[in-house]
Structure formats: C-alpha cells, structure tokens
C-alpha cells in the first residue's frame, strides 16, 4: 500500500517540496537529486546522534577535559570514569539504582500488560451496559495533567504510609491507569476478524478463555508495543521517583543521577558523564531490538488520534 | 509486521451478533452475562479511574479552595490561593516561562518534524534507517541523562559556545549560565526530539494518493504549490493530532527543565527555566503548600483544556477530512 518506487513521470518523490522542474536528462538529474537526498539526511543524522556519540567519547576522557575538547573521541581512552562507579555514589553501590529502577520497569510492564488488555478487551468485545460513557471517560484521561491528580495521590499514599515504597509508582500500572496503551489496544482488538471469537463463543468458551486463548496471542504486536514504551517511560521516570522515593537505598537510576549532578559533579563529572551513558543503555538496547514495534504503534496510534 | 497493525477495517457483523430476539429469557441472561463479563475485566480500570483519576481529581479541586501543609486539617480560604497565584511575581515568570517554551518550542519541533517527514518520505535507500535513527532521541530526550549532557553542551566554552563564537560571531558564552538565552536550550533539546512527531507525519504523507501529484505536476504545479495545495490539506489531520499532542506535551515539561536548570530554587539563572510544574512542585513539595499547588494544577488544567478546545474549535477552517480517509 506504500509505493515505494519513483513513478516514471516525476522522478523525485511524492512529496518534494524542493523537488528542482522538470528537466531533460534525467539520469544526472536523478543522481545529483539522490545526492541531495542523502547530503541532507547525512546532516540531520548528525546532529541526532551527537549528543549521543557525545557522551560516549566523553565517557572515556579525563573529567576535566570532557566540557572543553572538541575532540569526540579521545585519542587514548581512559576507563577509570567505569571503574569509579563502583565505589558507588554516597556508598550506595550503583547497582542498587539499577536493580529498583529494573523492578520498577518490569513490574510496570506486567501491570500495563494485564490490566490494559483486560480493559481493552472489554471495551472491543465485550457489550456491556455503560461501554460507551467509560470509553469516552477513558479517552478523556488520555490529555489529563498528570499534575492535577499529583497531590491528592501524594496525600493518600502518604495517609497509607507507602512513601518510600513502588506501590505508588506501579499501581496506576496495575490498574490500567495509562489510558494510551488501553487505547492502543482496543484499537488493535477492533482489527482482529470478529469470526474468530464467534466461532469460539459458539463452540462453548467463555470471555477468559476467549481472552485469554484467542485475542491476547492474536494482539501480540500491540502488547510488545505497549509493553516497551512503558519499560521505556518507567525507566526514565524522574518525576514519580522524586515524589515517592525519598532514601537513597531505594533510588532509581533517574534519582541515582540526580545525586550525582548534586553532590559530585565537581568530584566526579567522569563518573557521571559515565553513569549517565550506562542509564541509557537499556533504553537504546530496547530500541535497537523493537524499533519496528515503537515506530509502527506511533505511526498507527497517530493516524487514528 | 505493518500489515498486522493496520487489519482494522469495519466488518459487516453478523445480524444475530448485536441483537439477538427480543424478549427471550436466554437474551436476558446472555445480557446479564455479558454486563458481569465486562464489569469483570472492566474492574481494575474502574479501581484505577475512581481512586487514582476521578477521585484525586475532586479532592484537588477541594485542595485548590485550602490551605494544607499536609499535616493540619485542610482550611478552607475561598478564592485566596488564586488571588495570591495571580500576584505572585513568580508565577507569573512561571507563566512566562511555559508559554515562551510551548510558543517556540512547539511550532520549531514540529517544522522540524515536517521538512525532515517531507525528506524521508522520498523513499529512497536507507529510509528506514533514518527514520528509526531520527526516532531514538524521542524516547531518550526525557531522561536525566539527556538533561546532564545538554548541560554539558551548553555550557561556557563547550561545543555550542565556541561553535556560535566560530561561524556566528556571537559571543554570548554558554546557554545554561545565561537567563537569556538558557530556555532556548531547553528549546533546543524538545527540537532534538523531533522524532516522534516526525514517524506519525511520515504515516500521514504515506497515505497521500500519489495520482494527485501526477495530475498537479500535469497542470505545471510546482513543488511549493503542490506542497500547499496538496500535501499540506491532505495531512492536515495529522498535522493537527501533532498540534494538539506537542502542545500538550509542552505545558507540563519537567524533568529536563529542572535539572538543565541546575534543580535548585531558583530554577535556573534568575529562574529562566521555571517552567510551570517546576514552580508547582515547588511550592507543593518543597515548601508544603498543597492548597496552593492544587490551585495552580487546576490553573493549569484550565489553561491546557482551553488550547485543546481553541485547537478543536479551529480545526474546521484548516484540517481537511478525506471522505476515504481511515
């Protein structure tokens, strides 16, 4: 349904703005226009990934060389900035940081996973009295501030003494709060072809089962989708962390960072810039793994926004 | 792995699916059935919606009425906390802040978005390369990590400092010291993030007929015309979902904010980078005043509810609705 291949009449593409007239010779033309295509892009793929390629070189220089040399790559790198790390930022192992922001993330998953597929799939199939005011409350919360519901929440978790605690980081997980990802969903659930889930139902199985043995293997691609952004979002989570996590001992890798940008930045600017590239990592490897899943639920999730 | 995300055509359903015979003790049981069923699955999204959205929502407005330390009862005061809000030096610069971000910020990213959609969507070798490389920032530009390297970007002699003094002259110093020029790094990095928005563009250019190329190309149309009068009308839902998020989006920026800003009070050189919710958290959760935050929450709520309803308002003169669109 993409047409991928220049029609023989314009040779540019389908939307070139800057596409030159029409000209007589065509394979010249055809290959400077190719040229252009990729000079451009080139640069743009430049000042994407600098910050990137930044922090990487800067990661292996000497701490007081990082802000000043324009040299992205040292000629002799260093690893002491790794190597620092794990004496820990104010004896707290950095590993800790890691393992409470792992737990928040998969467990962020598995809550969005269950209950926004639960959701959605009432929402798709089944015909329940008062479907359509909740469908149209959920959708609702899809551009509510997050800000105006902060204190409240904050209160009521403070009342049940579960600051310092996940619960109020992974609850709202749990309970399909990320009305998004329940949209994603229904949106997919709506796709798959109805005769299936007849079928089942006339040969005796129930909703769970249904769920359970049909849709949620045929809904793949959206729970993969879902459950990335959501291992992505939880990952550089800072503000919920700041809230509700107030001991070191039970940081994220977001908080872990932020006490080095507090206490060590003079120290030990190498060990943060270090730290900093290590927190990407698991983002950048989810990325690289599932870049198809994250594009393709963007792109479909905005065309039916 | 696309074709799989977009089986999504209405189907004819069968008749004995929406209603079965009226009246019948079987239909009035299978209804039962079915109510239990989805309240069922319905029920953690109902726990989460009336303990964690509906409700919280309520008491914030409540709280916008009080004055709450968190510790004392609740004290009603009427209107005072907006009276105080609306005086306040510095939640007017908070304002200030937020709308100067949200107004340059926005429009840059998505131009950004657009010309770079525009260029990928010549699909020529290595296009999904691009996309997916000009993608990766959207998901770490939020990060604390991202905020720290920006910082190091933007300061005194570092690369954008001696850049601007090399080719522009301009001897400004670095971004993040200066209370005039720090937001438009933070400008900068929400740029950098044109990612997003760009794939969901992409999508929309995709869905272009390419035959309304041909035949404006046929009528010696040039590029800028059949951008204007083509590609920009055809995407103009797109366009205006983008609109509509980015916006959105940009009201409640926070993390980058507060640490580019050096996450002290004030929030970055004379407060420049006092963006909204930093201001919020403040008082909320550094000086105790709920009451006062939960005012400006709901400032907020309004103030966002208002641009979406003005978007909404204003799509019927620019967004154009294809019949055969999805």
């Known amino acids: 349904m993409t047409m991928t291949h220049a029609p023989v009449e314009t040779t540019s593409g389908p939307v070139g703005p800057g596409t030159p007239a029409p000209a007589e010779t065509r394979s010249p033309r055809k290959r400077t226009g190719s040229l252009l295509w990729h000079l451009g892009a080139l640069a743009v793929l430049v000042v994407v990934l600098y910050p ?33 790390l794990s004496e820990g930022i104010a004896d707290i192992p950095v590993s800790t940081f890691f393992l409470n922001s792992t737990v928040l993330a998969v467990g962020s998953v598995v809550g969005v996973v269950i209950s926004c597929s639960m959701a959605a799939y009432a929402f798709s199939k089944v015909r329940f009295a008062g479907r359509n005011l909740l469908f149209a409350l959920m959708i609702g919360t899809l551009l509510l501030p997050f800000h105006v519901l902060m204190i409240p929440q904050y209160v009521l978790f403070q009342k049940l003494e579960l600051i310092n605690t996940m619960v109020p980081l992974l609850l709202g997980k749990y309970l399909a709060v ?78 872990g960072l932020k006490m080095f940008v507090d206490q060590d930045a003079l120290a030990d600017y190498g060990g943060m810039i270090a730290m900093s590239l290590v927190a990407l990592l698991p983002v950048l490897a989810f990325f690289l793994a599932f870049q198809r899943y994250l594009i393709d639920g963007m792109a479909t999730s905005g065309l039916k926004g | ?25 079987s239909q009035r049981s299978g209804r039962r059935r079915e109510n239990l069923a989805g309240y069922l699955f319905m029920s953690p999204w109902l726990a989460g919606f009336l303990l964690l959205t509906a409700g919280p929502m309520a008491v914030s407005l409540y709280f916008a009425f009080t004055d709450y330390n968190l510790f004392d009862a609740p004290q009603w005061i009427g209107l005072s906390n907006f009276q105080e809000m609306f005086a306040d030096p510095r939640w007017q610069k908070s304002v200030e802040v937020t709308t100067k971000y949200v107004v340059i910020g926005t429009p840059l990213k998505l131009a950004a978005a657009l010309g770079v959609a525009l260029l990928l969507a010549q699909s020529r070798r290595g296009q999904a390369f691009y996309r997916a490389a000009f993608y990766a920032p959207s998901l770490i530009g939020a990060s604390v990590s991202i905020a720290i390297v920006w910082r190091a970007l933007f300061t005194d002699g570092a690369i954008v400092d001696r850049a601007q003094t090399q080719f522009f002259g301009l001897n400004v110093g670095g971004w993040v010291g200066d209370p005039d020029w720090i937001l438009y790094s933070l400008v900068a990095l929400t740029v950098w993030q044109f990612g997003a928005p760009m794939v ?9 007929p390419r035959e309304l190329y041909e035949a404006a190309a046929v009528d010696g149309a040039g590029p800028l015309r059949r951008f204007w009068n083509i590609t920009l009308p055809m995407i ?58 939960s005012a400006m929450a709901w400032m907020l709520l309004i103030a966002v509810g208002l641009v979406t309803a003005v978007l909404f308002w204003s799509q019927k003169r620019w967004v154009h609705y294809e019949e055969n669109a999805r």
């Open chain 2, 1 to 25: 792995m696309t074709h799989t995300m977009e089986t999504r055509q209405p189907r004819p359903s069968p008749p004995g699916d929406r209603a079965p015979r009226p009246g019948s003790a």
């Open chain 1, 178 to 255: 990320d009305a998004f990802f329940v949209f994603l969903m229904v949106q997919f659930m709506r796709g798959l072809p109805k005769e299936l889930d007849e079928a089942a139902r006339l040969d005796g199985c129930g909703h769970l089962r249904i769920y359970w043995s049909i849709v949620l293997p045929l809904c793949r691609p959206a729970l993969i989708t879902s459950a990335i952004f959501t291992f992505i979002h939880a990952w550089n989570d800072f503000m919920g962390p700041l809230l509700y996590l107030n001991e070191p001992e039970k940081y994220t890798v977001s908080l």
């Open chain 1, 52 to 84: 990137v390629a930044w922090v990487i070189g800067g990661s292996l220089k000497p701490s007081e060389e990082i802000v000043g040399s324009l040299q992205l790559f040292p000629s002799d790198p260093i690893f002491t900035n790794y190597t620092g």
């Open chain 2, 200 to 208: 969901i563009f992409l999508a929309g250019l995709k869905q272009v």
């Open chain 2, 236 to 293: 103009s839902p797109v366009l205006f979902f983008n609109v509509l998020l980015e916006t959105i989006h940009s009201f409640q920026v926070f993390g980058s904010a507060y640490i580019l800003g050096g996450q002290g009070n004030p929030c970055g050189p004379a407060d420049a980078t006092l963006v909204y919710t930093c201001y919020l958290y403040q008082q909320g959760f550094e000086n105790s005043r709920m009451g006062f935050a």
